[in-house]
């Protein structure tokens, strides 16, 4: 085996350079602008700085925010430059912690919890087509599983420097975070790719479609819905195990940040995990495996004791930021150019925010009309899960 040249060593570090940019990205933008509020549910709560009711609308503004994110991403890159936009979402998210800082009103919070999430959006559109076509082909599974372990770091971290930041107060909690994401954004500002990949050449509207352009139609639409589905099924615990674990079971605050610290583990495991089960079984296999385990551990929190929540907690855990890079790679067995896996994933990321959106305002309404009970959203939630199998194995049939 030759040893490296000096012309590969820079373009090696740049590639590094690249990923930790997306790993800081993801870590802002989701791991903390999304995943430390969970945490702080109960203690917004109980300092009164709002109700019950609006503390949850509160957290699907975020989601909401984050599928105007996805919609406006591609467009934003197009016109400006995804290094341009993606340092742009990196300052927002920063703001928006500093701004939370003081509940001046209801529509002051739920202004920034939705500019919060528009960026996260934005950058998840936009981050995988940013850094992966700088990485050589055969290491872009590990690249975006580092890329997107910054959302596990960000849940890890949310539930380990969140109750230490608290000791201090809810505002000294946000002015931390806040300072946490401006090191970050800082430490990536010119980490960024300066060039862009060139395009693919696009195929002729006169061109008709090859059979494997067809099959790989019919994949991306299972994958679609697979994916919004996927949505749908991990908002619960993203939103409410926190608040579950604290009040719905009188466990306390001390155990819920225990248990979110076993969330924030799972999380980190997930994404190098699920990348792994990828390159082995296959991406749509994978996807089918993971969904059962999930169906699984969702419905088994519904009716779950004190002893098991920990281990769940790991297994739900590795759920959100896991199937991103599963996701990622099915984008890329169906698509080979990069211009179609860009167009693919963004149509992908939207459909994801699209029915986190509407499962977040939905997973609300049915809370505040239940009085405030958990158990219902994690069945449901399973039941999502369960409709996403059923897809893929309708799909095989009709094949």
Request: aromatic letters at 10%.
């Amino acid at each position: 085996m030759s040893a490296p040249t000096t012309a590969t060593l820079p373009m090696r570090n740049a590639v590094w350079l690249h990923i930790f940019a997306g790993l800081c990205a993801s870590l802002v933008s989701i791991g903390l602008a999304r995943f430390a509020y969970t945490p702080l549910i109960p203690q917004l709560i109980q300092a009164h700085w709002f109700v019950q009711a609006d503390v949850v609308y509160l957290g699907a503004a975020n989601l909401a925010g984050y599928l105007i994110g996805a919609l406006i991403g591609h467009p934003l890159g197009k016109r400006l430059s995804n290094p341009l936009v993606l340092r742009l979402m990196l300052v927002v998210a920063t703001l928006s912690f500093f701004a939370c800082a003081w509940a001046l009103s209801f529509s002051w919070f739920f202004v920034w919890r939705l500019l919060s999430g528009i960026a996260g959006g934005a950058i998840m559109v936009l981050v995988a087509s940013t850094v992966l076509p700088h990485v050589p082909a055969a290491r872009r599974g590990a690249a975006s599983g580092a890329i997107f372990l910054g959302i596990g770091l960000g849940i890890a971290g949310s539930g380990t420097l969140v109750p230490a930041l608290l000791e201090w107060g809810l505002r000294d909690t946000w002015l931390g975070l806040g300072l946490v994401a401006a090191v970050l954004t800082a430490a990536s500002w010119f980490c960024w790719p300066q060039s862009q990949p060139e395009p693919a050449v696009a195929v002729k509207a006169s061109e008709p479609a090859a059979p494997e352009d067809l099959a790989s139609g019919r994949g991306l639409r299972l994958l679609f819905a697979q994916y919004a589905l996927m949505a749908t099924g991990l908002v619960p615990a993203m939103v409410f195990l926190v608040d579950y674990v604290a009040r719905g079971l009188d466990a306390g605050t001390h155990v819920a940040a225990l248990v979110w610290v076993m969330y924030g583990v799972g999380a980190i495991v997930g994404p190098m995990v699920y990348g792994m089960l990828a390159d082995h079984l296959g991406a749509r296999r994978s996807i089918r495996w993971v969904l059962i385990v999930q169906a699984l551990a969702v419905g088994a929190l519904s009716i779950t004791s004190q002893p098991w929540l920990l281990g769940l907690a790991v297994l739900i855990g590795s759920f959100p930021p896991g199937i991103v890079p599963l996701a990622l790679a099915r984008v890329h067995e169906l698509k080979k150019h990069a211009h179609a896996q860009q167009v693919a994933w963004s149509r992908a990321t939207v459909a994801f925010a699209s029915f986190q959106a509407l499962a977040g305002a939905a997973y609300s309404l049915i809370f505040n009309a239940s009085g405030g009970h958990h158990q219902q959203l994690f069945v449901i939630a399973s039941l999502a899960l369960l409709l996403a199998i059923a897809l893929d194995l309708a799909a095989r049939r009709l094949r």
